[in-house]
């Protein structure tokens, strides 16, 4: 009996010894999360439905249970597999599933905004940090911070949004990381990012560890100071970002995500989700894949080579200022929301141009062309002779 009660001590002494490293793993994440976690100036709104960002990094755990949140197979867009789906539903094996928001992405009027604000009612704003090694890159640790937005208005409008920012310590964990100075910032913009080390100029801090972001309004493209950004790229975008103030300032509640792939499973059970976080649609318009589907979550330090050291900020007066950025940056949206009502309903922009082609065709047919008369030439010159026009030659 004896020998059982200590076989039974020595089990959980095992299971704790085996346990115990990895709570203390977690704790220092979180308090390595705690003191750098991100301060956010979105671009202010005045008014619903007014210019200005009207969506806040979320709590993904209003998406769940919600009656208006649909699952959908990855066949035709329209497989209901499931409304109001769980957490614990996206953990199993969907990859390219889709959730389905209320509303048309194409067409989004305001309706979205409005959805977002009644499913996060009483809901704090929140970034999930999460803490990375790179197998590449022994001795370098990065620190995640991922932002959820319910929509997208950006050109290519679509539901969900995903971005993140990423601290770069020179840390073999989050331990070292707690004893030493950030090497490097990264923030997400489209589909690159920018780059500064820590202490640089642009980088405002608050507090000396809270770095400060500014995400575009409607894209969520994050940017180190406040400013009108061009891009012409998909690393940068295409079009023009606005990180302008006023601003309104959060602080976002921090959730860290376990290092540990079973612990995270079992806290946040939606991370190994293998879909896609919107409705499924063409091209640039489908929902946006999870941070676990993004290079960075696997290779955050080889993730870091394709940074940029700038971005572009349109200047605000002076010749090439407001006038000529307003033409610019109202163009293109014209011509992004042209596209958009294509490729919603072609016949909108199809029947006015093929009504068009009709009328030009008629009125090439119904115009009579007539070969013109011939000037007369006032006197014929010899090859390389000059003659200068004379007065009163007809």
């Given at each position: 009996m004896v020998r059982w009660v200590w076989a039974g001590v020595a089990g959980i002494g095992a299971a704790l010894a085996v346990v115990s490293p990895a709570r203390a793993d977690l704790a220092d994440e979180t308090a390595l999360a705690e003191r750098y976690a991100p301060v956010v100036r979105l671009v202010a709104q005045t008014e619903e439905c007014g210019y200005g960002e009207p969506y806040w990094p979320m709590d993904v755990d209003a998406l769940f249970d919600q009656p208006t949140v649909a699952l959908r197979g990855p066949w035709t867009g329209a497989d209901l597999v499931k409304i109001g789906p769980t957490a614990p539903d996206l953990a199993g094996d969907l990859y390219e599933y889709h959730l389905d928001f209320p509303g048309n992405p194409l067409q989004p009027g305001c309706g979205y905004e409005q959805w977002a604000d009644q499913i996060t009612q009483g809901r704090l704003p929140t970034v999930y940090a999460h803490v990375a090694t790179d197998p590449g890159a022994p001795g370098k640790l990065a620190l995640q911070y991922w932002f959820f937005y319910a929509f997208n208005d950006f050109n290519n409008t679509h539901e969900g949004d995903w971005e993140m920012i990423q601290i770069v310590f020179d840390a073999g964990d989050a331990a070292e990381a707690l004893a030493v100075t950030p090497a490097e910032v990264g923030y997400s913009q489209h589909e690159g990012a920018e780059r500064a080390d820590w202490g640089a100029d642009k980088l405002a801090l608050v507090d000396g560890?809270?770095?400060?972001?500014?995400?575009?309004?409607?894209?969520?493209?994050?940017?180190?100071?406040?400013?009108?950004?061009?891009?012409?790229?998909?690393?940068?975008?295409?079009?023009?970002?606005?990180?302008?103030?006023?601003?309104?300032?959060?602080?976002?509640?921090?959730?860290?995500?376990?290092?540990?792939?079973?612990?995270?499973?079992?806290?946040?059970?939606?991370?190994?989700?293998?879909?896609?976080?919107?409705?499924?649609q063409t091209a640039f318009y489908n929902g946006p894949t999870g941070p676990n589907l993004k290079r960075q979550w696997t290779e955050p330090i080889a993730y870091t080579e394709d940074w940029r050291n700038r971005s572009y900020a349109v200047p605000a007066g002076g010749l090439l200022g407001t006038e000529a950025t307003d033409f610019f940056c109202s163009a293109l949206r014209t011509g992004s929301d042209t596209l958009r009502r294509t490729v919603d309903d072609p016949s909108q922009t199809l029947l006015p141009l093929a009504l068009l082609l009709v009328v030009a065709a008629l009125a090439i047919r119904a115009t009579t062309w007539r070969p013109a008369a011939p000037l007369r030439v006032a006197r014929r010159r010899a090859w390389g002779r000059y003659w200068p026009p004379r007065r009163g030659c007809t």
């Open positions: 560890t809270h770095p400060v972001v500014h995400p575009a309004a409607g894209s969520h493209a994050n940017f180190f100071e406040d400013g009108l950004y061009l891009g012409s790229s998909g690393q940068q975008g295409v079009g023009c970002d606005d990180a302008t103030t006023p601003t309104v300032e959060l602080r976002p509640r921090v959730r860290t995500i376990p290092s540990d792939p079973a612990a995270a499973h079992r806290e946040f059970p939606w991370i190994a989700y293998e879909g896609r976080w919107g409705e499924l």
